[in-house]
T-cell receptor, first 111, second 112 residues
Framework: EPEVTQTPSHQVTQMGQEVILRCVPI?????FYWYRQILGQKVEFLVSFYNNEISEKSEIFDDQFSVERPDGSNFTLKIRSTKLEDSAMYFCASSERGEAFFGQGTRLTVV | AQSVTQPDIHITVSEGASLELRCNYSYGATPYLFWYVQSPGQGLQLLLK??????LVQGIKGFEAEFKRSQSSFNLRKPSVHWSDAAEYFC??????????FGTGTKLQVIP
């Protein structure tokens, strides 16, 4: 069964460093999303992406965040200068016909 | 604005007992509704979904949920809980290709 793949599964970075989280959506899907889950909290929407541009973003998705689809398969989330409060599980999702399929997540730890 | 409310933060049930997790939503039309389960440190596993049609939907692991438009609810049920069902459960909705909005989750503890 097709699935959304995220790499790495766990990343540790120093505060102030840039990180790029990578996702390979399901191949025929056209809508892509990033979500964040701080430990012990609910899953929060960050951004949606369609037709090579952001279609919606939340208040969390400030200038420190950016998304890109650099080629036909990858979808990335970049955090320019990480803060301690960016430590969270980040989930990528892609959708077709209204159902979102989630990846297994990247656990980002900022130290 | 769309929202999902899970009024129970934590529920404890005995193994073999029945389970019902509550979910209420707010949305301007009929939403797509989902239940996900998450074990500690793990990803989200889809248990079941409702798009349209029969209001009682069956999912994996013996779970079912019933969509009640009049009550704006989508409660999750299981007739007999197993110890392996201990996890956190999230109700969620979307308006199609829009973002998925999650509830705050209900942690399920199963006691022998």
């Amino acid at each position: 069964e097709p699935e959304v793949t995220q790499t790495p599964s766990h990343q540790v970075t120093q505060m102030g460093q840039e990180v790029i989280l990578r996702c390979v959506p399901i191949s025929n899907h056209l809508y892509f999303y990033w979500y964040r889950q701080i430990l012990g909290q609910k899953v929060e929407f960050l951004v949606s992406f369609y037709n090579n541009e952001i279609s919606e973003k939340s208040e969390i998705f400030d200038d420190q965040f950016s998304v890109e689809r650099p080629d036909g398969s990858n979808f990335t989330l970049k955090i320019r200068s990480t803060k301690l409060e960016d430590s969270a599980m980040y989930f990528c999702a892609s959708s077709e016909r209204g159902e979102a399929f989630f990846g297994q997540g990247t656990r980002l730890t900022v130290v | 604005a769309q929202s999902v409310t899970q009024p129970d933060i934590h529920i404890t049930v005995s193994e073999g007992a029945s389970l019902e997790l509550r979910c209420n939503y707010s949305y301007g039309a009929t939403p797509y509704l989902f239940w996900y389960v998450q074990s500690p440190g793990q990803g989200l596993q889809l248990l079941l979904k409702y798009f349209s049609g029969d209001t009682l939907v069956q999912g994996i692991k013996g779970f079912e949920a019933e969509f009640k438009r009049s009550q704006s609810s989508f409660n999750l049920r299981k007739p007999s809980v197993h110890w392996s069902d201990a996890a956190e459960y999230f109700c969620a909705l979307s308006g199609g290709y829009q973002k998925v909005t999650f509830g705050t989750g209900t942690k399920l503890q199963v006691i022998p």
